[in-house]
């Protein structure tokens, strides 16, 4: 800094004083001097005085001019210290050191940051350190809707834009800015005039002058309503990913659950499933199947091939050919497949049914489920219940029932290929007696022995039938009188020959039998099984234990007349 001169004052008083101090030395040289006159001595004394005047007068000058220099220096300085930091840009010559030039760049530099803080797209303000608005860029009416003259007008600017949630904390941050940090970021929302809410990334600096102390509070402000949208956009979309995450292993878990409770279901029930994709790849199958077609426990099928399964297969059904064109036939269609029985090399018989597994959209299936079914013993169940009801439980030959099915049939066959039909009937003679002396134990051994003796007898295409009691008959296809009566005679034979032992006595029986033969004697079932019973009868009045062959048709109304 540049000294300053002395006032005028100080240089009129010391000017007295010097006048004052030339006169006492005058008057003292006057006394002194004898020589010399009164006026000479007072204008020695004025000289004196005069020359002492103009002394401090061009030392208060000096002065004067020196101090000028030094503060015209010291304003030129601070001129072009203001100038460089207000201007954006140093010229390429620096201005000369004349005030004035100084000046106008100091102002160009202004008008440039002016410029510059008029056309801020982000928020920028100045605060004391009291928390009052000082300053604040236009950018805060396209923010928030207030201009920048209510916000200078407000009691608390904070309070104005801050909305009230985060308006603590940002005075906090504020305060802490004031009391030394050296600056505090965060994002806020602000509050605009039509009530709607901006987010801002805010940034709260100290704001300095020539000390380091601070001399107020700068806020800077960026807009970042767009991010947030973004952000709130993004945390609905993983919010709602995480809810369909969450709902997805929700069902994903009762899926597997509902697998689990369907496959434990599937593998207590009996019947065999498979499932095939749309490539004819094992997709899923449970332990019956396994077990049906005598894979190990163990066996792993998933993504075996059909054609590989069909030739394991092969070896164990009884014909594998008809079974494969079978398949072909059923992946050619498009309907639930009728039952298909399939006989097994060790007496097993299994049926299949296939159906195509419908797609949820589309036609086209997404693949196919086999049902296998072990029918062995069901077949058994319908063999032994056609038995019970075709066969005499007693002697194991065809009842009665099946007897009039027999001949009908063979009467249709024998009528389509013109042949002849024989029919004996058989009645025990003697049979009662034993049966009431002996009891129905000995009855019931009488007829094992003679249908098993009988039954030895008889060729492979005739049927030996028990018709109810002690009542037989014998349905012989194909043949003629002659063998017929040979017949007749065979079994009569082998009857008479049979002897039994109860309670120590040997007893014996023998039959009357009548022979009929279509279509001589008959043209139909009912017809022949009565000219049978006449001969038959005629064998019982001519003596019993011997045959009699009809000579009668029965649409005759004349009485049989038998031949022994």
């Known amino acids: 800094m540049v000294k300053a001169p002395p006032s005028p004052r100080a240089v009129a008083i010391a000017s007295g004083a010097l006048a004052a101090l030339a006169a006492g030395i005058v008057a003292t040289a006057g006394t002194q001097l004898d020589g010399l006159s009164a006026a000479a001595a007072a204008g020695l004394a004025m000289a004196a005085v ?32 203001l100038g460089a930091r207000a201007r954006l840009v140093t010229p390429p010559e620096r201005p000369p050191r004349d005030p004035l030039a100084l000046m106008d760049a100091a102002e160009i530099g202004v008008t440039q940051l002016r410029e510059l803080a008029q056309g801020v797209h982000g928020l920028e303000a ?48 504020a305060k802490r800015v004031a009391e030394g940090s050296e600056g505090e970021d965060f994002e806020m929302r602000l509050l605009r005039e039509d009530g709607r809410i901006c987010w801002v990334a805010c940034h709260w600096r100290p704001l300095r002058a020539m000390s380091s102390a601070p001399a107020g509070l700068r806020m800077s402000a960026e807009d970042i309503q767009a991010r947030k949208e973004t952000e709130y956009k993004l945390l609905e979309t993983v919010t709602e990913l995480r809810r369909a995450q969450a709902l997805r292993e929700r069902y994903l878990a009762r899926s597997n659950d509902e697998r689990q409770r369907l496959s434990a279901l599937l593998n207590v029930i009996r019947l065999g499933i498979l ?32 054609v590989v399964l069909q030739s394991r297969i092969a070896d164990l059904i009884e014909q594998p050919e008809t079974y494969i064109e079978h398949i072909e036939a059923v992946l050619r269609t498009y309907v639930v497949s009728e039952p298909y029985e399939v006989r097994f090399r060790n007496g097993h018989i299994v049926t299949d049914i296939s159906a195509v597994v419908e797609a949820v959209q589309g036609r086209r299936g997404i693949g196919r489920v086999w049902i296998y079914e072990d029918v062995t013993k069901q077949r058994g169940i319908e063999r032994r219940l056609v038995e019970l009801a075709e066969h005499d439980p007693l002697t194991g030959l ?35 007696p034993i049966n009431d002396e002996f009891g129905h134990q000995a009855g019931d051994a009488v007829l094992v022995a003679l249908a098993s003796a009988v039954g030895d007898v008889v060729r492979r295409n005739e049927l030996f039938c028990r018709l109810g009691g002690d009542e037989f008959a014998l349905l012989v296809p194909d043949t003629n009188t002659s063998e017929l009566c040979e017949l007749a005679r065979r079994v009569l034979e082998v009857i008479t020959g049979l002897r039994f032992e109860f309670s120590g006595r040997t007893v014996g029986l023998s039959a009357s039998i009548g022979i009929a033969l279509y279509p001589q004697h008959a043209l139909d079932g009912e017809g022949l099984i009565a000219v049978a019973d006449q001969a038959m009868y005629a064998s019982k009045n001519a003596g019993r234990g011997r045959w009699t062959l009809a000579e009668q048709r029965a649409d005759e109304s004349a009485p049989a007349n038998p031949i022994e």
């Open 50 to 81: 005069a020359g002492a005047v103009a002394w401090i007068v061009q030392r208060h000058a000096e002065a004067c001019s020196r101090h000028h220099a030094g503060a015209a220096a010291d304003f030129a300085d601070r001129l072009e210290s």
């Open 275 to 306: 499932f095939m994709d749309r490539d004819h790849r094992v997709l899923y199958y449970n332990r019956a199947m396994l077990d049906i077609w005598g894979f190990p426990p163990d066996e792993n099928l998933i993504g075996v091939r059909d």
């Open 398 to 432: 065809f009842n009665r029932r099946r007897f009039h099915e027999e001949l009908d049939r063979l009467l249709a066959e024998a009528s389509r290929r013109e042949m002849q039909l024989g029919l004996l009937a058989i009645d025990l003679d003697g049979f009662k």
């Open 126 to 173: 100045i605060f004391g350190l009291d928390g009052h608005l000082m300053w604040i860029s236009p950018s805060i009416e396209r923010l928030t809707g207030w201009s920048p003259e209510a916000c200078l007008a407000a009691p608390d600017a904070i309070t104005l834009l801050v909305h009230e949630s985060d308006r603590g904390y940002c005075q906090r941050m």
